[in-house]
């Protein structure tokens, strides 16, 4: 009997960088405080890459580095490295390019992949989709983001959640049904009001006015974005659970982006699965972006046991968001 070829994930690595921005260090900056951005967000700190010259691939590299590190893996094996980051090194000229290079993933073509905080949960599904059809074999999937190149520091709306970080997972095929199971993913263009960088793009270059009027600062409407979140990443979340005859009891974990504290509760209280179940990193790291699942996956990884069923859930700029189920492939 021919068994279908699944892709597991078999290692993970990460990198958060050394300084840490806390909540009081923020109070001396903008009109906030720690009981605030507590309470409504869940975030003590973050962490900030400091240092001239220092972009995302230097957390991509370090992150990866990690994982090879950990897992005896050669990096000559890679076959392709997937970046996924809303903030690469330059606008042109692909990170994972770089970042493959620098680990001696020489073997290997790389690109990056953008879709704001759904960045990982979609490379999820681009590496899963590699090793299932059976053209290629290993798969290095790292998110990566420098939030703190495109926050304004003078903006209490965005400058209270963002931190900088990166994650690594390395993805395989398996024969005994592991890893990725389902997948649901969504996006709608509604969404791109609501949380972008106006300019710097095709639509408008960048100009001495774009840079005077702090157009390359993320914008968001907080209230908006957090409203679809909620909703959203419950529903698919609730769906992939019901798709798949899941109930609370079948689900281990629940590795959720991780943007907001309460928006995470939301998911899990409409999953069904209590706080023991739920991976949370929020409060160290805040919202890195595409690096927040691998975070987890990295932070967890010694409780993880080989067949646990975990649920990822991400909501993020676009808009886009989604759900995917993968049983866990190994003992830590
Ligand atoms: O990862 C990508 C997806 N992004 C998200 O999922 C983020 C979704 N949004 C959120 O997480 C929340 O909307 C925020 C954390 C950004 C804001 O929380 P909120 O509960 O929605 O606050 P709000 O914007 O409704 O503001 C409530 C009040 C306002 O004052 P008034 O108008 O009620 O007097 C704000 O001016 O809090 C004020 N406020 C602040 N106060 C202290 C806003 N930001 C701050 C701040 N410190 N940093």
């Known amino acids: 009997m021919m068994t279908k070829t699944t892709a597991a994930i078999t290692a993970v690595g990460k990198y958060v960088p050394e300084y840490i921005l806390t909540n009081k260090e923020l109070e001396s900056y903008v009109e906030t405080n720690d009981e605030w951005i507590t309470s409504r967000t869940g975030i003590k700190e973050r962490r900030i890459l400091k240092g001239?010259?220092?972009?995302?691939?230097?957390?991509?590299?370090?992150?990866?580095?990690?994982?090879?590190?950990?897992?005896?893996?050669?990096?000559?094996?890679?076959?392709m490295v997937i970046v996924a980051t809303a903030t690469p090194d330059l606008p042109v000229a692909a990170t994972a390019a770089y970042v493959a290079t620098s680990i001696g993933a020489t073997n290997a073509f790389a690109y990056d992949l953008q879709a704001a905080c759904s960045s990982f949960l979609y490379g999820m599904s681009t590496a899963a989709s590699y090793i299932e059809s059976g053209r290629y074999k290993r798969v290095l999937l790292i998110g990566a983001d420098k939030m703190s190149s495109i926050i304004d520091y003078t903006d209490r709306a965005t400058c209270i959640i963002f931190g900088d970080g990166a994650g690594a997972a390395l993805f395989e095929p398996n024969n005994d049904g592991l890893g990725l199971q389902d997948e649901y993913l969504r996006s709608d263009g509604i969404g791109r009001d609501f949380l972008r960088i106006e300019a710097g793009g095709s639509m408008m270059p960048t100009t001495a006015d774009t840079v005077k009027n702090k157009k390359h600062f993320v914008y968001q409407e907080g209230k908006t974005v957090f409203k679809y979140a909620v909703s959203n990443m419950a529903d698919v979340s609730a769906k992939i659970l019901t798709r798949n005859n899941l109930t609370e009891k079948d689900i281990q974990w629940l590795v959720a982006h991780?943007?907001?504290?309460?928006?995470?509760?939301?998911?899990?209280?409409?999953?069904g699965v209590g706080s023991d179940k739920v991976m949370m990193n929020i409060h160290k790291y805040g919202n890195t972006t595409s690096a927040t699942l691998p975070l987890l996956l990295a932070d967890y990884e010694n409780q993880l046991k080989k067949g646990d069923n975990l649920i990822f859930a991400a909501f993020g700029g676009g808009f886009t968001w989604g759900a995917i189920y993968l049983k866990w492939a190994y003992n830590a």
């Open 52 to 79: 001239e010259g220092l972009g995302t691939s230097y957390m991509a590299i370090k992150a990866a580095e990690d994982l090879l590190q950990k897992s005896n893996a050669n990096p000559e094996d890679i076959d």
């Open 258 to 271: 991780q943007a907001n504290k309460r928006i995470i509760e939301a998911t899990a209280n409409r999953v």
